[in-house]
Nanobody, 126 residues
């Protein structure tokens, strides 16, 4: 199994930037694809970004495309989400997730992920 712990959330003014981190422990991190999701109170969890196990392919939700960058450092067992030009609608709890490598992978599907972190809160103020 893989244990995931997010950090880096906090209160940021609209238009500002924030970098979220997700540190993994347990099973080898590099053998998993990784994703970031977010969920606000009363709403469904939604896809934000994902990165393949090699780090060569990235995927983004339309709502954050151009404002977010996902990256990973397998040597450090860490995945990052850099968020810029933050908006009020970005306010949410953010979760990182890991997907076991299989023949096919759909980055934006929650069902593809096997492990989840506890979440880190991001609040945008104005």
């Amino acid at each position: 199994q893989v244990q995931l712990v997010e950090s880096g959330g906090g209160l940021v003014q609209a238009g500002g930037s924030l970098r979220l981190s997700c540190a993994a422990s347990g099973r080898t991190f590099g053998s998993h694809a990784l994703g970031w999701f977010r969920q606000a109170p009363g709403k469904e969890r939604e896809f934000v970004a994902a990165i393949s196990w090699t780090g060569r392919n990235t995927f983004y939700a339309d709502s954050v495309k151009g404002r977010c960058t996902i990256s990973r450092d397998n040597a450090k067992n860490t995945v990052y989400l850099q968020m810029n030009a933050l908006k009020a609608e970005d306010t949410s709890a953010y979760y990182c997730a890991a997907a076991k490598l299989r023949g096919n992978w759909s980055p934006s599907k929650i069902s593809e992920y096997d492990y989840w972190g506890q979440g880190t809160q991001v609040t945008i103020s104005s």
